[in-house]
């Protein structure tokens, strides 16, 4: 089974920058669908950032969050500028086709990684 590390998260100041990355081991992928996904506290779990052929993100994070991958390592990056408190959450990487398709043929979610933006 396909099992994702991810690494990065941390406490920072508003303004501020982090820089999170998601290993997947026990398989390799030549083309395959990643994004990043997060959820506050009493809040639903919500799309932030995708890459497959493309980058695509969320409004809310469009001119801050840079998303990347290096598929040589089986990698994908997620970075974070100008953090604001509004972007506290824990963060999980995913891989799988939750985004292309109703009934995904496969899918992979992180343990999650927390962020947290405070003074």
């Known amino acids: 089974q396909v099992q994702l590390i991810e690494s990065g998260g941390g406490l920072v100041e508003p303004g501020g920058s982090l820089r999170l990355s998601c290993v997947a081991s026990?398989?390799?992928?030549?083309?395959?669908?990643m994004a990043w996904f997060r959820q506050a506290p009493g809040k639903e779990r919500e799309y932030v950032a995708a890459?497959?052929?493309?980058?695509f993100y969320t409004d809310s994070v469009k001119d801050r969050f840079t998303i990347s991958r290096d598929d040589d390592r089986n990698t994908v990056y997620l970075q974070m500028n100008s953090l604001q408190p509004e972007d506290t959450a824990v963060y999980y990487c995913?891989?799988?086709?939750?985004?292309?398709?109703?009934?995904?043929?496969?899918?992979?979610w992180g343990q999650g990684t927390q962020v947290t933006v405070s003074s």
């Open positions: 995913y891989l799988g086709q939750r985004l292309l398709a109703a009934a995904p043929k496969y899918e992979y």
């Open positions: 026990g398989r390799t992928f030549n083309d395959y669908p």
């Open positions: 890459t497959f052929r493309g980058t």
